[in-house]
């Protein structure tokens, strides 16, 4: 339904609609175009964005927040005075941010987003299984999986794997509401929604803590 992060786009879209703000996605013409403009992805649309704001066919541009991984990437976008203000997921990202491209640290704001609880509500039911969630998009890294699934069927515990990128809510929903507890494979999280909607079906978490990743040959720490 929604370009770029659908689950992202969908929270701001739903809180929109909640404060009665009007609102248009992905205007086409030039009569449909607001004088705020959220940039939620891509840098050829926030360059477009900084163009129409040099004609002065829109006022403000909010940029983010899944724009870029290192902000230092697109300098010459970054630094354009016609951003009003650069839009994270969350504070470690804005924090790695200010690190990655001091120029831009008085413009940063945080924009988390939420799930909807009256749809990741827990019906009753037997739990059955552990849920394995499993997220190493990305990242060259690799969970040793295979341990833990020895020990689980050692102990002749029942689990279910789900990886990133394979489900719908659907899905992700139903196994949840089977689910005793989930435990979450991932090395980096900048909001963490998969785990609100497990916690929002009143199932538990054990995660992987790690502070920091390898990225394109770069540290990105989250402390």
Same mark, same amino acid.
């Given at each position: 339904? #929604?370009?770029?992060?659908?689950? &992202?786009?969908?929270?701001?879209?739903?809180?929109?609609?909640?404060?009665?703000? !009007?609102?248009?996605v992905?205007?086409?013409?030039?009569?449909?175009?607001?004088?705020?403009?959220? &940039?939620?992805?891509?840098?050829?649309?926030?360059?477009?964005?900084? /163009?129409?704001?040099?004609?002065k066919?829109?006022?403000?541009?909010?940029?983010?927040?899944n724009?870029?991984?290192?902000?230092?990437?697109?300098?010459? &976008?970054?630094s354009?005075? %016609?951003?009003?203000?650069?839009i994270?997921?969350?504070? *470690?990202v804005?924090?790695? #941010?200010?690190?990655d491209?001091?120029?831009?640290?008085?413009?940063?704001? %945080?924009?988390?987003?939420?799930?909807?609880?009256? $749809? *990741? +509500?827990?019906?009753?039911?037997? !739990?059955?299984?552990?849920l394995?969630?499993?997220?190493?998009?990305?990242i060259?890294?690799?969970?040793n999986?295979?341990? $833990?699934? !020895?020990?689980?069927?050692?102990?002749?515990i029942?689990?279910?794997?789900?990886?990133?990128?394979?489900y719908?809510?659907?899905?992700?929903?139903?196994?949840?509401?089977?689910?005793?507890?989930?435990?979450?494979?991932?090395?980096? %999280?900048?909001?963490?929604?998969?785990?609100?909607?497990?916690?929002? +079906?009143g199932?538990? =978490?054990?995660? #992987?803590? /790690?502070?920091?990743? =390898?990225?394109?040959?770069?540290?990105?720490?989250?402390?």
């Amino acid at each position: 339904k #929604y370009s770029g992060h659908p689950q &992202v786009l969908k929270s701001f879209v739903d809180g929109l609609k909640k404060l009665d703000v !009007k609102f248009n996605v992905n205007p086409t013409e030039k009569k449909d175009f607001y004088s705020n403009v959220l &940039v939620l992805s891509g840098i050829e649309q926030l360059e477009q964005a900084i /163009n129409l704001k040099k004609k002065k066919i829109i006022k403000k541009i909010f940029a983010g927040p899944n724009l870029a991984i290192f902000p230092s990437e697109f300098k010459n &976008v970054f630094s354009s005075k %016609e951003i009003d203000y650069v839009i994270t997921p969350s504070k *470690w990202v804005t924090d790695y #941010y200010k690190k990655d491209f001091p120029i831009i640290k008085n413009k940063i704001k %945080e924009l988390p987003s939420g799930i909807d609880l009256d $749809y *990741w +509500m827990p019906k009753d039911g037997k !739990k059955k299984f552990v849920l394995f969630y499993i997220k190493e998009h990305n990242i060259n890294f690799k969970f040793n999986i295979k341990k $833990y699934i !020895k020990f689980f069927k050692k102990e002749k515990i029942e689990y279910k794997i789900l990886k990133y990128g394979t489900y719908n809510n659907k899905k992700y929903k139903k196994l949840l509401n089977q689910s005793t507890i989930s435990i979450f494979f991932s090395i980096s %999280e900048s909001q963490g929604i998969a785990l609100l909607e497990s916690w929002a +079906m009143g199932v538990p =978490t054990l995660v #992987y803590y /790690n502070n920091e990743i =390898t990225f394109q040959n770069r540290k990105i720490n989250s402390e």
